[in-house]
């Protein structure tokens, strides 16, 4: 059994920010809604998952914004022109055969870290996490792959070290003024951050050792942040995730986008899949 869980906020934006100036006869944005349509039936063509979910930010977590009171403060506003296209796109989501999962106060992150460890923890299971959230990379293992076009070029357990150091801009965590690739030769010349702190005085570059000693406070802080939250209870069962689109309902939806090329795509699908069922009832 495979489980695809994928990161909704971020692949409403990249396919907002992909295909510009995209409408229909109405004049209503419709950009967002045919790049996370043709994304995610992507995915289902190439990942050939059983069960499947999007998950969605639904506010940050307490515990990280009293460690660092400015975190996500520095994040733009949604563009205007988006918003209704979330609205649509989280109602198209289970017609394409998905379930929508988000919980209050929570972030996406925490919830797929959630659902990747519970789902590990049956035979046979393989889970996919479509992301670009390098926390996530910490689950990566024998379970656990991410579809992805970043490249990881550290062992996954160290992924938490190396962001610890660099902090987060898009997050508005502060690092310690060390680049990406500075932070990830330290930590795995030394193997790890506790390792790295507790010898900073082995450190070669004189620099690099004031960053380590002067931001050592803000490193252990960060650490904290981007460790994920996966302990939370699941709000649907793994059981309940079989995909399973809703083909009239979204041949129709997508009838008042106005997508033509797409739209035949999804009629001759269901035109296979109706005759599919048929033959196996006969």
Request: aromatic share 6%; net charge negative; glycine share 6%.
């Amino acid at each position: 059994m495979k489980l695809l869980l994928i990161d909704g906020h971020y692949y409403v934006y990249r396919s907002f920010f992909a295909i510009p100036n995209l409408s229909n006869s109405r004049g209503e944005p419709t950009n967002a809604i045919f790049g996370f349509t043709k994304t995610l039936r992507l995915m289902l063509k190439h990942l050939q998952p059983d069960l499947g979910a999007v998950v969605w930010d639904e506010g940050v977590p307490q515990k990280r914004v009293e460690l660092q009171p400015a975190y996500k403060e520095t994040r733009k506003e949604m563009p205007k022109p988006m918003i209704p296209q979330l609205e649509f796109i989280q109602k198209l989501t289970p017609l394409l055969g998905f379930r929508n999962i988000s919980l209050p106060d929570t972030e996406a992150d925490d919830l797929m870290g959630c659902y990747a460890i519970a789902a590990c923890e049956r035979p046979g299971m393989e889970v996919v996490l479509a992301t670009n959230d390098k926390d996530l990379y910490q689950l990566v293992g024998p379970c656990v792959k991410v579809y992805t076009t970043a490249k990881a070029d550290l062992a996954p357990r160290l992924i938490g070290d190396v962001l610890a150091l660099t902090g987060d801009s898009v997050d508005n965590i502060p690092g310690a003024g060390l680049g990406r690739k500075t932070a990830a030769a330290l930590i795995r010349e030394f193997g790890g951050l506790e390792p790295l702190l507790n010898n900073i005085d082995k450190v070669k570059s004189e620099r690099t050792r004031e960053k380590l000693g002067s931001g050592r406070e803000q490193i252990l802080q960060n650490r904290k942040m981007v460790d994920l939250d996966c302990r939370l209870q699941l709000p649907v069962p793994i059981d309940q995730l079989r995909i399973e689109a809703d083909y009239p309902a979204l041949i129709a939806a997508l009838e008042t986008c106005e997508f033509k090329s797409l739209l035949q795509e999804v009629r001759d699908e269901a035109n296979h899949a109706g005759a599919h069922i048929q033959n196996q009832l006969l």
